[in-house]
């Protein structure tokens, strides 16, 4: 994650994964997530992100979210 000021960070997230390691298929799963944050407060965060998936459920996507903090 990287802050590029007080209201907005990019981050990046690669993930690769197999639930079925060790069979004779390749199963193997992979996504990658780049996104931004949004801060209108301190305590508050607006996030979003598009998904890059490969291996079973191919495709992209986007995801939205809201944090809060107290």
């Known amino acids: 994650s990287?802050?590029?000021?007080e209201k907005f960070g990019l981050?990046?997230?690669?993930?690769a994964w197999d639930n079925n390691a060790g069979?004779?298929?390749d199963t193997e799963k992979k996504q990658t997530n780049v996104g931004l944050n949004y801060w209108?407060?301190?305590?508050v965060v607006f996030?979003?992100?598009l998904e890059?998936?490969?291996g079973a459920?191919?495709?992209n996507g986007f995801n939205l979210?809201?944090?809060?903090?107290?």
Not at 11 to 15: G, L, M, P, T, V
Not at 40 to 43: A, L, T
């Open 2 to 5: 990287y802050k590029l000021n």
């Open 11 to 15: 981050f990046a997230r690669y993930s």
């Open 23 to 25: 069979d004779s298929s």
């Open 40 to 43: 209108p407060h301190e305590n």
């Open 47 to 49: 996030k979003f992100d």
């Open 52 to 54: 890059n998936r490969n």
């Open 57 to 59: 459920h191919d495709g």
């Open 65 to 70: 979210g809201v944090g809060y903090q107290f």
